[in-house]
């Protein structure tokens, strides 16, 4: 009985009209592959690093500062050379981009639930408390994300004793990188949730004394899963660049901790000296990373609209 289950749920998956959409679609094709592949790289970063750039014992500063391994001076030990602390710009870059997604994964994911949780309280209750986030989510949006990451950063910071910076930076750039996003969450949730509270099957929850949270969370909330889903993907894309944007300032993650936006900065200083690679490598990196996962939202954004099937 579960097989038959499972294999019809995967003949719904195979045969809908969003599978077949990505099957002929090469651009979401590549970019899903482009965007696994990071992912993976990122996340087996041990197993595939040719070194670790955390295990001191094994850098030497004498190996700072080496070209690429085809160029006139390089290691055949290190491919793409290495930063100014001879660590490894591909091991970093793989440590680098595992760093990254977690902060971009983690902060979506937290934007995610604060903006959804608003959204259908706001679109719900409505009244005052619909009018006070809304307005909130107003005066947020009249500033950059940014530059609300920079200050919730910079007043975390002046708040946690110095002593805990390194241990907690991580989790202060999530928070301030997440709660910088969730308005577009809330928004769109609460404009699905204004039409979805109205419909037939909602009010005869209503009628047999379904309570509003069960409501919300078994009715409602599938129901506006859809364009969430879409916001979520850019806004992965978007919050990658912020983290890159932060570390490049100096102010996300420690100049120890290696992440695409840290090596980007400590590149641009070797720059004009002729180091190119310590930042030409992680931004080509960061680009392609960021690209397609905005070419794979793009197509999400398109294959879950009904007017453009």
Known sequence: M???????????????????????????IISALVTLGLIFAA???????????FDLASISIMDGNLPPAWSAGGDTNFLLGT????????????YGARISLLVGFSSVIFSMVVGIALGLVSGYVGGRTDALIMRIADIQLSFPAILIALLVDGVARGVIPSDMHTDISIYVLIFAIGISGWVQYARTVRGSTLVEKNKEYVQAARVIGIRPFTILRRHILPNVMGPVMVIATIHLAIAIITEATLSFLGVGVPPTTPSLG?????????????????????????????????????WMRDALNPKLR
């Open 262 to 298: 840290t090596l980007i900065r400590i590149g641009n200083e070797y720059l004009f000296s002729g180091d190119w690679w310590i930042t030409i490598f992680p931004g080509i990196t960061l680009v392609v990373l960021v690209l397609a996962v905005n070419l794979l939202g793009d």
């Open 83 to 94: 930063d100014d602390q001879g660590r490894g710009v591909l091991s970093t870059i793989l």
């Open 43 to 53: 996340i087996f970063a041990p197993w595939l690093a040719p070194h670790n750039p």
């Open 2 to 28: 579960e097989q038959s289950l499972e294999k019809t749920r995967l003949q719904r998956i195979f045969g809908s009209d969003i599978w077949y959409s990505f099957t002929h679609n090469p651009t979401a």
